[in-house]
């Protein structure tokens, strides 16, 4: 039986580009119709060599489109209406050939063309080996696609087909489908930054990801944030209206659509583009800062030599999220939260930290090994504030994000 979902009754082009994750599409295919859309599938050439056409349209229940030149399809359906008579573009997997090829506005297979000839909106799940998804050609074209409004999802960390291990893997499916509902969701909101929408006219700051604090030019202390869950609070924030700055450390994740991102490396850095982007009405700090930095880097590579094994004398780092919630009255944002990343007693050390810090809500999570949080796609947290806890179920990050936004409007609005 078809669930009701915010996805019944959409229609979905899924775009398959030529990856190993390709099969996995077939399983996304099926999950989608349960869900009551309607899925019409293009297939790049490349792709044909990891799925057949047949098994695609066996699924779908309809043609599978590949051929830009071929005459019956034009007749049919010609690919310009193909591109628009979807609600949303959706590529999966997304190669780094196929996202190189959207930045440059191709249009030389069936695929770039409906891509450039649609009017609707366009997510990519992208899957590829660790040290392409790193190369700095691939991130400058990610960075551009954020830039250019298209959805990312994923790729996640794990273990890879080709042996390796690190980002670049395909999402799993139920990620997949939870980020297309979110987008249909969201869609029914208004963007970022506009006059209507529950934080319209709100600006919010947000801290993301690790920081890197140096022990030479070429070496740096760092942790294992990933960044997600702050880049994803910062897209939810944006979504819901308000005018979003997120203050990021060194990620692999993709700039949130519609946010102003200032890119910072060590804490220190972080503290002063906080600093910058006051006044602001909330500060959520999500970012992973270094509690301690090495007192003297050095100016040149640290070497090896008779003297042994180097003593790295440490100094502490400011505290960003105790410093904003501690400005004066006038100066300090309405709502200041942050969050506690704890490996063991999490509800005990969480209580403390929130007196501690200052701050208005904490949104405390297990981040030991055992959790999967750290890099991973799940999360399951608790929101401390003076008034009590509110347990959350585990949920995707996404999903802690858009729980968390609404939570931050509801605030606004009462
Ligand atoms: N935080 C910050 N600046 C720091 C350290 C932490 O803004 N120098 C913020 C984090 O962004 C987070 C909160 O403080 O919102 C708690 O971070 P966490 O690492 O859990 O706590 P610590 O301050 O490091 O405390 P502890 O060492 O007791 O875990």
Sequence with gaps: MTELTPL?????????GGGIAAYKTLELIRRLRDKGVHVRALMTKAAHEFVTPLSVSSLTGEKVYTDLFDLTDEAEMGHIQLSRDADLLLVAPATADLMARMVAGMANDLATTA?????KPVMVAPAMNVRMWEHKATQRNIAQLAQDGVGFIGPDDGDMACGEFGPGRFSETPDIIAAVENHFRASSEPLS??????LAGRHILVTSGPTHEPIDPVRYLANRSSGKQGHAIAG???RLGAQVTLVAGPTTQPNPAGVTVVQIETAREMLAACQTALPADGVICAAAVADWRVAQDAEQKMKKGPDGVPALALTENPDILATISQLPKGKRPAL?????AETEKVIEHATAKLARK?????????????SGVMGGDMNTVHVLSATGRDDWPQLSKT???ERLARKVADYFST
């Design 236 to 238: 939810s924030l944006a």
């Design 358 to 370: 200052k701050c208005d809500w904490l949104v405390a999570n297990d981040v030991s090994p055992a």
């Design 399 to 401: 999903e802690v994000a």
């Design 193 to 198: 930054g506009s006059l209507a929408g529950p």
């Design 336 to 340: 200041v939260v942050g969050f506690a």
């Design 8 to 16: 019944h009754g959409k229609r979905i082009l899924l775009i398959i």
């Design 115 to 119: 891509l450039l000839a649609t009017d």
